[in-house]
């Protein structure tokens, strides 16, 4: 089997599961219908492993906030330090780039990359508190799409704790006091960047549940394309004075968000995608808003608030109970 990404150098053996038939050419091929997983890796190994990409999640935000240069630069330079990263991870697994793989990431990696471009349209008409609450309302969104898209049943109580867990991210990211300031077109700005990284979401979802996706593999044609369609709005709003203005430490915190944040924390997700319902797992991400308030505290001197103090216990209880109610599809 050539699984989405990988060389054929080695014999793979078909999951139990899996359904056989003939590919495009004639040739063989196997497709994984749902991957085959232990009772104990389908509750506790994939509940770990989100709970890390929640931290590194939240570090991106921090880290970034270190950053000189403007934004459209550090998200440019950002997917450009994490494609050599992720190539060089995937191609030491045995890994190759290939059409199928392009053909496959295209859409999501593009709807990655002009998810920051909408972001930073976003922040110079609207703050940044604003542009985060809309964007945190990605849970509600794809409670509606779950259904339809996946088979997902989320239970009445499941709707309920993750309208709470989103009114907890907006009380934790509004909480801090600062100036809130928008406008029609920052509204819609910011609209269409919760509407690309749903976007994001639900391909990468419907990738790693219904295919045999290497999530290394996948991540590296995301930023592939994530590059490519970050290119001409960067040529288009930079000059060179803006890129003057990357250097010294900037490379650092690039790097570091590149390899934790862009890399093992987006590689991971990608696993988690295969294992954790759509409308839980963006849930459990409004708990990279508690992580990033609390690091702020010591890295930037941004105290937390008794009202964003508030905000993240309602936020992780909220999660804490939908992680108590069994998955339900149909």
Known sequence: MCSIGRGCGRAERAPPNSDTGRDEHGGQTDHVSTPTVSPTRRVDLPLAVMAVVVVLFGLGPVLTKLVTAPPLVGALMRFAVSVPILLLLFT????????RLLRATALPGIAFGTNLIFVFAAVQETTVSVLSTVVANQPAVLLVLAGPLFGERPTTRHVLWTLGGVVGAAVVILGAGDDVRASALGIVLALLALATFTAYWVLTR????????????????????????AVPPVMLFTNGDDWSRFGGLDWLWIVMIALFT?????????????????????????GMHVVAVGLSWPIHSEPVTVVQAIGGALVLLCVAMVIRIPPRTG
Not at 215 to 228: D, L, S
């Open 206 to 229: 419907s990738a790693r549940r219904d295919t045999d996706v290497d999530p290394i593999g996948w991540m590296t044609g995301v930023n592939i394309w994530a590059v490519v369609s």
């Open 92 to 99: 030491a697994r045995g890994g190759r780039i290939n059409r």
């Open 262 to 286: 862009g890399a093992l924390g987006h590689v991971m997700m990608s696993w988690v995608h295969a294992y954790v319902e759509a409308a839980r797992s963006s849930l459990y991400m409004l």
